[in-house]
């Protein structure tokens, strides 16, 4: 349950200023998974559960290159895919929502990923992290995408005052218009990855001086 004996010091103005200090820092960032479509971006999101990107991107290029489409994957033995994702770590459970989201595929969707939170939400393994980043980085539909990264500078920040992943979501998606959704997420994620670490070097951090969390850095 989030702790709601606290109210996050949230705004528009305050949420839209960090976000935009936070883009600055990082000007380019984007997802770190390698894909080509919406379909490839699924699945290495699937796979990046428990997983860093970096091993994944690894991983997707002779997985894709075996099975390039919901129709092959749909019709791939278990063991194969195993054997191919293994590194990933999980990959029997993986496995099994690969090839359900690839059979649910071809026989809902004509073998397209769909358009929608709702229907994505229906395929094995799929939350709506995953869903968000599919929506927003590979369809052009507005998502925010929310992983432990998120959690952990918006609460450092003092943006939010939850651990819950859908209070967080709908709380920043409610002061913040759809078409920034994408790169605000990012932007957070870069900085939790980089800057913003269990261990924070706020010594980096274009926010260290706004930041109620603000701790001795560490190299």
Known sequence: MADQSKKPRTSRSLLTRFVKALERQ????????????????????????????????????????????????????TSDVETLIRPTGFFRSKTRSLLGIARDLVRRHKGAVPLTMSHLLTLPGVGRKTANVVLSQSLGIPGFPVDRHVLRVTNRLGLVNSKDPIVVETELCSLLPPSCWAKASISLIVHGRKICRPRPICSKCTLQNECPSKKESVQ
């Open 26 to 77: 990082h000007p380019h960032s984007s997802t770190e998974l390698h894909f080509t479509d919406p379909f490839e971006l699924l699945i290495a999101t699937v796979l990046s559960a428990q997983c860093s990107d970096e091993r994944v991107n690894k991983v997707t290029p002779s997985l894709f290159q075996r099975f390039p489409d919901a129709y092959q994957l749909s019709k791939a033995r």
